[in-house]
């Protein structure tokens, strides 16, 4: 049983201290052998850095390395030796000043190999200086590859002028790469990160760049499908079944369920490989991607700007929306697509153009960020609605609705006045409708984070041929049809189910049907009445 490379990056010692390695050689002698500039986009810790590891390797004429491998047996490939260049932005989310330092010392770095000095004092001189003269002294144009380029300003996403001064930075560091590949100097350029929104304008001028983003090209390039699961891991798939007691076909079910998902094109389903490689590590299912990036200005971008959280679990979006991102016009399904909480789930094409359907990719994703939405839009620690969501669950399950509103109380708790929900008002609409309209839909919201966090099946604003119903959940034993209303009596809601005749569709299910009015106070910003009753056939 090889050995697992969480979190290692570097092909050397994974291939020579016996890792596990999933071989995408085939893949990178594809983009080798079809052209030569390159980006790509993707997550954190989905193989950017190990893809540009096997890159420097392969450019280094390394053929030994690779004995076994895709690469290592084509015979048309020459391996011939390239000066290579290799800088890496993963730790470069500083100050301008120090992101200035900090990539001119990578630079010094790189001249030590090569004997070379950088006389000037702009970074930009000094890169294609650099360039410039390792090409003529090696006799050979150089490999560049930069991973992570975008480091610097994703860590300022939520700091405008920061974000953009060091984009400004790392926009006049690239400026050379044009003239130095229209000069010969490049014989291949790879450039990664988790994001494109500022790809365009610190590299616009490379017309021939490819973006292998949601390219066909690079659909499997990072990530792991599943017949390479299933032809990598089969010890460790044996062993984790053994360890949790359960057969392979139900462990592979899990796994697929938890970690698979992910995709680029709308076509190809990925496992994210940190998830995977953690999870076989441990034999426990947990959020191991999840927990490694927490996203709370994501979560509170969301609330904030009062996104319906129901929509991301089916957002539709044309083939135009993977082009238009910018740090000057952050889109939340744009930011959230990029990082990684939300994936292609469906492609649509078409000769009148492309549609997507973008979700959470999988249950770890979905779990723990609609668990991160309940504690921004409650503003309650992670251990009080961690306590609490436990009750709800147990009080749903066996039909104890009171214990179900003493829990939703003790999570509304903490709201105050200061955390009113924020909305622009519709035309001809007095600010008291609008306060009343976003606060009704705050607590819709908050009721449908917590039923959908808790496992059970959950359909939001139902329609039915007489209006819509607020909420369904499914549990074993009870299905609850929930109905809402803001400063008004519980029973009116009841009555409404009632009137409405909304239990009609639900009359051949076998499980006990339970009716639940619940009415919230605007004012004091909390469940004001409830009512409940088994609905009798």
Do not use: C
């Amino acid at each position: 049983m090889k050995k697992l490379p969480v979190g290692k990056q570097n092909i050397e010692s994974i291939l020579t201290e016996d890792f596990l390695f999933v071989d995408k050689t085939r893949q990178i002698y594809e983009l080798i052998s079809t052209g030569s500039l390159y980006f790509l986009s993707r997550p954190r810790r989905f193989g950017k850095s190990l893809t540009i590891s096997i890159l420097k390797e392969i450019f280094k004429g390394n053929r030994a390395l690779f004995k076994g491998l895709h690469i290592a047996e084509k015979e048309n490939y020459d391996w011939k030796p390239y000066p290579v260049l290799h800088l890496s932005f993963n730790s470069f989310g500083y100050q301008p000043t120090q992101l200035t330092e900090r990539i001119a010392n990578a630079l010094k770095k790189e001249t030590t190999e090569y004997g070379i000095d950088l006389p000037f004092q702009n970074l930009s001189e000094n890169f294609k200086h650099l360039v410039q003269t390792i090409a003529r002294q090696e006799n050979s144009p150089v490999v560049i590859l930069i991973d992570e380029y975008d480091k610097p300003i994703v860590d300022f996403i939520n700091d405008y002028d920061q974000a953009k001064k060091n984009q400004k930075v790392l926009r006049d560091f690239f400026g050379p790469l044009k003239d130095l590949e229209s000069r010969g100097h490049l014989h291949f350029l790879f450039i990664t990160g988790v994001s494109k929104f500022s790809k365009v304008s610190l590299f616009s001028d490379l017309n021939n760049l490819t973006d292998l983003s949601n390219s066909s090209l690079a659909h499997d390039l990072t990530g792991i499908t599943h017949e390479e699961l299933l032809d990598n891991f089969s010890p460790h798939i044996q062993k984790a079944a053994q360890v949790l007691e359960v057969s392979e076909a139900e462990l592979l079910e899990g796994v697929k369920l938890w970690y698979n998902g992910y995709s680029f094109e709308g076509r190809t389903r990925l496992y994210n490989p940190f998830s995977l490689l953690s999870f076989f590590r441990a034999n426990e299912f947990a959020n191991y991607w999840f927990r490694t990036g927490t996203p709370t200005f994501l979560v509170e971008l969301i609330r904030d700007r009062q996104v319906d959280p129901k929509t991301l679990e089916q957002y539709k979006v044309p083939g135009t929306f993977f082009d238009k991102f910018s740090i000057e016009a952050l889109e939340t399904a744009g930011l959230l697509y990029q990082t990684g909480y939300l994936t292609i789930k469906k492609a649509i094409r078409s000769m009148e153009g492309s549609e997507f359907y973008l979700g959470y990719p999988n249950k770890e994703v979905r779990h723990a960020f609609i668990y991160n939405l309940l504690e921004a839009f409650t503003y309650q620690s992670p251990s009080t609605v961690g306590q609490a969501l436990l009750f709800i669950r147990d009080a749903l399950k066996s039909g104890d609705v009171e214990q179900f509103i003493t829990q939703l109380n003790i999570l509304l708790a903490d709201l105050s006045y200061f955390h009113a929900p924020k909305g622009r008002k519709k035309p001809a609409e007095t600010d008291e409708a609008r306060i009343f309209a976003m606060w009704e839909g705050y607590f819709h919201t908050i009721i449908y984070l917590v039923t959908s966090f808790i496992g059970f099946s959950v359909k939001s604003e139902l329609s039915k041929h007489k209006g819509r119903l607020d909420l369904v959940a499914e549990t074993d034993e009870y299905l609850y049809l929930m109905e809402f209303k803001l400063d008004e009596p519980a029973e009116n809601a009841i009555q409404q189910i009632k009137d409405r005749a909304y239990a009609e569709s639900f009359r051949n299910t076998p499980k006990k049907l339970v009716l639940v009015g619940i009415g919230f106070s605007k004012n004091e910003r909390t469940v004001q009445t409830w009512e409940s009753e088994v609905w009798e056939r």
